[in-house]
């Protein structure tokens, strides 16, 4: 995930300036407000539905943003290159891969305190955790390894030797965690309950593939790459559909359920492109576009 120095955090980072060629087909974003907030270094943002938190990786700790309290930020933990932030379904705690010392770490939300450092592969980075707050999925992208955490034990299982490079996974099933690996322009197979890779697949005219997300209504991935396209991947099948064009400067791909669109903010263009895959997989159009603020990759 690229770094990013910031020193205003959007709450709601789209304005409806979309070009026309994207218009009227789904609603616009309006910008609602901007949060001040510490300048650092910033990378991935997650939203906790359970406890209405924005989380974002904030270098040496995590900012935690509440949109109904005054102030409506504060900053937790003591992290040596937070890259992830997530929150931890059924619980107050949120697990954060800390890159510069092979740790993630597991945070009260509440008070901040750290409860747990669990020792990792080098350079732990994205990570994903499964909906119903056991597992948590962890990807070292130098050593380029998956990390499987028990979250009720706080102890790492097992580890799954891949490539180094990976960046964003999503899991689709028990049996099915997609990998991104930006280095090698393809995206890793892995079957986490059988312990075992089941290969990859590659994403010609793909460079850098970082962020990823997944359609479960249509089984179709969407990975977004460094040279203003994204892949759109049938996972099931385990190939490429198509590349899509975008705009440069992405980093984040998003599923939103109910628009039935793919979401990916483009920080070069200032454009949040919106992305509606038909479900014959056959074929798919864009949405829209909001103009957001430059440099945005996160959401």
Partial sequence: MRRLIFSLLAASVAIASAPAAFAGSAPAFVRAADIPAPDGRWDFASWDSEHGHLLVAHGQDVLLVDPALKPVFRTIGKIEGAHAALAIPGTNRILVTSGHDDSVRILDAGSGAQIASIAVPADP???????????????????????????????????????????????????????????????????????????????????????????????????????????????????????????????????????????????????????????????????????????????
């Avoid at 909906?131 to 390894?145: I, L, Q, S, T």
């Avoid at 892995?190 to 479960?216: H, N, Q, R």
């Fill in 125 to 299: 980075d994205a990570a994903i955790v499964s909906a119903d707050g056991h597992m948590a999925y962890v990807m070292a992208a130098k050593a380029g390894m998956v990390s499987v955490i028990d979250l009720d034990s706080l102890r790492e299982l097992r580890r799954f030797p891949l490539k180094p490079g990976l960046e964003v996974p999503v899991l689709v099933d028990s049996h099915l965690l997609a990998v991104n690996n930006e280095d090698a322009g393809e995206i890793e197979l892995v079957d986490p309950d059988a312990g075992k890779a089941l290969g990859a697949i590659a994403l010609p005219g793909c460079e850098g593939p970082t962020g990823m997300a997944y359609s479960p209504e249509t089984g179709l991935a969407l990975s977004a790459c460094a040279n203003g396209k994204a892949a759109l991947v049938d996972l099931a099948e385990h190939k490429l559909v198509r590349l899509v064009p975008i705009g440069l400067g992405p980093d984040t791909a998003i599923w939103q359920a109910k628009e039935r669109r793919f979401l990916v903010p483009c920080g070069k263009i200032r454009h949040l492109v919106g992305y509606r895959p038909q479900y014959s997989r056959r074929s798919s159009r864009h949405g829209h576009s909001d103009r957001t603020e430059r440099a945005h990759r996160s959401a």
